[in-house]
């Protein structure tokens, strides 16, 4: 039987660029994070410069570690000063709260602290999309005031999006945008990307919406 941890958890999110992950999680490990995920993905900066180049696509790292609300604190304010995330394109990093979590270490918030609000400024959009229309989610989120946005690469499993090929079923590619925003911008945001997308029509793409915690490196 699992016990249920009385410490909160945080999922730590950090987006660098490619090849600053391992280092991301050497410095989360000697602040106590037993360890994380590495997913790949590509930002949205842009600049009539980087379009000449066609180098306005940039490869990103996005590593997820979970710890507890303490380790996370640290951890972001640690990785913040080491990385200068409070300079401009040196990576973002934020935290989310955990629910529930269950593997090899489990936890769930206490019935008893469901009702507490805390007050957050930011939110994180994740927009799952088919591949190739992860721009077009991008452009929308821009259109109603978000500033970029990370594009990370997947794959579906959905028994109604499969299609059979040789009566073999292949799982088409995804993206998912990850767009974090402040919470007055929040609205038009996901209305934007509701209509641009279509999200509304059954098979193109899901949105959800995550509290963000902690930030640093946004502006």
Do not use: W
């Not at 972001?76 to 394109?89: I, P, R």
Request: aromatic letters at 6%.
């Amino acid at each position: 039987m699992q016990h249920r941890m009385e410490t909160c958890l945080e999922l730590v999110c950090v987006i660098v660029d490619a090849g600053c992950a391992s280092r991301v999680l050497s410095i989360s490990k000697e602040i106590g994070v037993t360890g994380g995920t590495i997913f790949y993905g590509s930002g949205t900066a842009r600049s009539r410069l980087l379009d000449f180049f066609e180098l306005s696509s940039v490869r990103r790292e996005i590593v997820l570690m979970a710890a507890r609300e303490e380790v996370a604190k640290e951890v972001l304010e640690t990785l913040g000063k080491k990385l200068n995330l409070h300079k401009k394109y040196h990576g973002i990093a934020f935290t989310m709260p955990i629910r529930a979590m269950y593997g090899s270490v489990s936890c769930r918030v206490p019935k008893e602290e469901e009702g507490e609000e805390e007050i957050m400024t930011h939110s994180s959009i994740f927009t799952i999309v088919d591949k190739g229309k992860a721009e077009a989610v991008i452009e929308a989120a821009a259109k109603a005031g978000a500033r970029g946005g990370t594009i990370i690469n997947a794959r579906g499993s959905g028994i109604h999006e499969t299609e059979k090929l040789f009566h073999m079923e292949i799982e088409p590619e995804k993206e998912v945008v990850l767009i974090v925003a402040k919470n007055e911008n929040l609205d038009p945001i996901i209305e934007s990307i509701r209509t641009e997308l279509k999200l509304d029509e059954p098979g193109n793409g899901i949105l959800f919406v995550q509290d963000v915690k902690r930030t640093y490196g946004l502006r």
